[in-house]
């Protein structure tokens, strides 16, 4: 009888345990992994930037142009930095081909049928709110105006939101459509989609923002103007 | 079940608890490292898309 009751209240103790160590881990333990696996992203990018400003780029002249047709992008690495001063002064992570989990734990991740930054069509991106470095845990202070600066190396695009956090349901595949109906665009343009889980730790329902591109400038000409200070 | 597991460690006192300590840092690690890597996307934190791929 005493041999039955020590072993119950061990393997409580031990379920107990368990789940405190599960807390952390998806606490604490997936920020920090996190946090390195998107220096480390943000570290590639910028080796990757460094190696081809080295060569004489072809986009150089044609400002007026706008920006030119970026090359495919490879599905689970980074093309891009993205910056959201209302998140943070210091707020900027990588954005990584594809919306595998995998993918998203290293950083933002692009819907891979959707437009390329600074396209036309919807440029879409999915973030984590919670758990993995919480990319998008302020999402809902988001406002129309706040600016969401992206580069690829050579320009600059500053997208401008329209539309603050707007919830829906997650089969709602409608609002990374080229023109999505509920965004209140009515014509064809260079959009951009961010989204994120709702509510906070749940899985429930989805929020959503949509921007529109505001400007874009050369790396050369220095940083935007939603960028300085 | 844990008494059972002190009385076989070998040695006194002083090499069963550093021995108990050894086995607890390595279950923690195969939990880190293995277990909850493939528990945690059973839980809803991961869902942030709208077409669930």
């Not at chain 1, 998203?104 to 036309?120: E, P």
């Not at chain 1, 961010?194 to 940083?223: F, M, N, Y």
Request: aromatic share 12%; hydrophobic share 40%.
């Amino acid at each position: 009888m005493r041999a039955v009751v020590r072993t119950v209240s061990e393997l409580c103790i031990t379920a107990g345990t368990l789940i405190v160590l599960l807390v952390v881990y998806v606490l604490f333990w997936t920020g920090v992994r996190a946090d390195g696996a998107m220096e480390h992203q943000i570290d590639l990018l910028q080796d990757q930037w460094a190696r081809s400003s080295a060569r004489p780029s072809a986009s150089g002249g044609d400002a007026a142009a706008g920006p030119e047709e970026p090359a495919p992008y490879t599905y689970g690495r980074p093309f891009a930095l993205m910056y959201i001063p209302r998140l943070g002064f210091t707020w900027n992570k990588p954005v990584l081909e594809g919306t595998g989990t995998g993918v998203l734990k290293k950083g933002l991740g692009h819907y891979a049928r959707t437009a390329q930054l600074g396209q036309k069509g919807n440029f879409a991106v999915a973030g984590h709110r919670r758990t993995y470095g919480d990319p998008f845990k302020d999402f809902p202070k988001l406002r129309r105006g706040d600016a969401v600066v992206l580069t690829d190396g050579l320009t600059w695009f500053t997208y401008r939101i329209d539309r603050g956090p707007y919830k829906t349901v997650p089969s709602d595949v409608e609002v990374i459509d080229a023109v999505p109906r509920k965004s209140g665009y009515t014509r064809a343009g260079r959009y951009l989609t961010l989204t994120t889980c709702d509510p906070e730790w749940g899985h429930s329902h989805r929020l959503i923002v949509w921007a529109h591109l505001d400007s874009t400038q050369p790396v050369e000409a220095g940083k935007p103007r939603a960028l300085r200070r | 079940m844990y008494g059972w597991i002190w009385r076989h460690l070998p040695g006194n006192a002083w090499v069963k608890a550093f021995i108990s300590l050894v086995l607890i840092m390595a279950v923690v690690y195969v939990l880190f490292q293995y277990v909850f890597p493939w528990a945690e996307p059973l839980l809803p934190f991961n869902d942030v898309t709208v077409d669930n791929q």
